[in-house]
């Protein structure tokens, strides 16, 4: 059989650990037999990153503003343990941090259903995906305990020294204040990446917010979005035959729990964390969901939401059989491998990205499964297998 063509190379990221054991595993054995594979390789395993200094990051990232696509494996984000195992130069920052700063993108999980593994919410029928703004409010405040009684002010200063200034509060006695910020720029940028990738996958957006309570910080991201939908985003969305919907938080979730899902839901930072991890555990397991970034000028970058799976990692190194599941990595390639068809006009390749996600589903709902599935799938005559045997069922199908 002769391999499918690709035009333009994906930029590829390896990472570190367990998933980067997977990630070799997954191009042998269900990518290279059949597609004649073309990436630009970037080792961000953290070895690698330390002798570059963690300019490999950055070159990554950079390379995929210019392809436009991007997978990426799991990384180690460095802390004093790691420091120490990998005896590093500098604690690096996290790379999807790096990423994000350069690509100034949005985050978007949703989980993979199968058959036999219902989501504890009966009436999802769709997947939900979730879209996290991934910048300010409680992530980046500033926060005093109050050892009252003491006055709480807020003050703006201009560069000409102008001021504005508000009393938050009065206090008789100890409390705590904190002060949050975000800027139109960021909001902007999230709401397009939301708005687009509305559009690209052609399912409703919902976004939610507390603007009657936080009339001005909330207001100001309503705004930023109803502002956006009606100048540039109406007649494509009605052309599409998808909708844009604005409501309040509680509002969102109480109309998500008795949804049939199919929609991307964008949320700020702080709701978008708590959900996703609702989500994530509503649908079962992080091994099965799937995340990508995408830049407000269109540039993707797609990874798994789980990390390196250390533990199965340092088992794999004693020489054990490890049974991690490969599937958020797998949809990870998929995922770019169909973007990038699109963007290069190959069907062929475009189809076998939807095949290899048909298949890898199959093989789960027909009873070959990953250990972490074993409690999550309902099926008689379960057959859990290591990484390596999952995938090769899998190449069987396709
Ligand atoms: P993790 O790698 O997601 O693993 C936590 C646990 O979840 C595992 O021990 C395993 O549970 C289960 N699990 C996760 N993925 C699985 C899979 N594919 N198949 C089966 N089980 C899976 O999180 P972590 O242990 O907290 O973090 C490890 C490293 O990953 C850290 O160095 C962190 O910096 C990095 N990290 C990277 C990213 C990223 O690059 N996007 C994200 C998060 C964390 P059992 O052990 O019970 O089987
Ligand atoms: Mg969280």
Redesign the pocket.
Known sequence: MAKIQMKTPLVEMD?????RI?WKQIKDIVIEPFVDLKTEYFDLGLKHRDETNDQVTIDAANRTNELGVAV????????AQ?MTEYDLHSMWK???GTIRAILDGTVFRAPILVNGIKPFVSCWEKPITIARHAYGDVYRDTEFVVDGPARADLVLTYPDGRTESQTIFEYKGAGVVQGLYNTDKSIEAFASSCFQYALDTKQDLWFATKDTISKKYDGRFKEIFQKMYDEQYKDKFEAAGITYFYTLIDDAVARVMRSSGGFVWALKNYDGDVMSDMLASACG???MMT?VLVSPKGVYEY??????????YYRYLKGEQT???????LFAWSGALRKRAQLDNLPELEAFADKLEKASIETIEEGTI???LNNLLDKENKNVVNTEDFLKAIAAKL
């Open positions: 990472g570190d650990e367990m998933t997977i990426k494996c799991a990384t180690i984000t460095p802390n790691r996290s790379p999807n397991s992080l091994a995340s990874e798994a939401a789980h990390g390196t799976v250390t533990r199965h049974s991690t599941n490969p599937m958020a990595t990953t250990g972490d």
